[in-house]
């Protein structure tokens, strides 16, 4: 019996080591396991003291300024001295500036008479007086029926030549009829040119039309 067991231990123990020699070989196999020569390497490596540190960098050197000096000023111009002894002569008096006589200027001609206004000449009464040619308006046969009377005032302007070139009503009859008619009759008006200092100009005068039922 005792045989027995130490035969099944030392099998049990053989088995284990042949399983260590086992995993070890396949260790080896893949290099998971260094040979010794590389294990020896890795152990010196190791070993291997650290590198010297360096020193620190001086400090840097503070180099102080020199003071500077400022330029003593400078006189640009000295006035010179004069002893109270010394004479010192007056400059001589400037000559005077020649005289120049100016041009007589001629007097300025007379000035030019007032031009004569321009504007027509008003005449002092009626447009008749002045007009041989002329002729009475037509009573307009509706105002006839109508009954229509009054009196209308013109304001007639003539040309140079004496022709009307404008009329217009300045004091209204009350009808329009009336004082139409009264335009149309002036407006064929020949009368005898204005004149101003012998010459033909331009007149303006008043005409009353008096229009009346008989």
Same mark, same amino acid.
């Given at each position: 019996?005792?045989?027995?067991? $130490?035969?099944?231990?030392? @099998? ?5 080591? @042949? ?10 196999? *893949? ?11 890795? #152990?010196?490596? #190791? ?54 006589? $100016? ?62 070139? *404008?009329?217009?009503?300045? $004091? ?36 009353? #039309?008096? #229009?009346?039922?008989?």
């Amino acid at each position: 019996m005792i045989d027995r067991l $130490a035969v099944e231990r030392l @099998a049990s123990l053989l088995t284990v080591l @042949a399983l260590h020699a086992i995993v070890l070989w396949g260790l080896w196999q *893949h290099r998971l396991i260094p040979t010794p020569g590389e294990a020896m390497t890795l #152990f010196v490596n #190791f070993i291997a003291p650290p590198a010297p540190e360096k020193p620190p960098p001086p400090p840097p050197k503070i180099v102080k300024p020199k003071p500077v000096t400022p330029p003593a000023p400078r006189l640009v111009a000295e006035t010179p001295v004069v002893a109270p002894t010394d004479y010192v002569e007056p400059p001589p008096p400037p000559e005077p500036a020649p005289r120049i006589e $100016a041009p007589a200027i001629p007097p300025a001609p007379p000035a030019p008479p007032a031009p004569l206004p321009a504007g027509p000449v008003t005449l002092g009464e009626e447009l008749s007086v002045a007009c041989p040619e002329r002729r009475a308006p037509d009573y307009p046969a509706i105002s006839r029926r109508l009954g229509e009377e009054g009196t209308v005032v013109l304001r007639v302007e003539l040309d140079q030549a004496g022709s009307v070139v *404008h009329a217009e009503v300045k $004091a209204s009859s009350g009808f329009a009829r009336l004082d139409e008619a009264a335009l149309t009759a002036v407006k064929t008006w020949r009368c005898q040119p204005a004149r101003r200092n012998g010459q033909p100009v331009r007149a303006v005068a008043l005409q009353p #039309f008096k #229009f009346v039922l008989q």
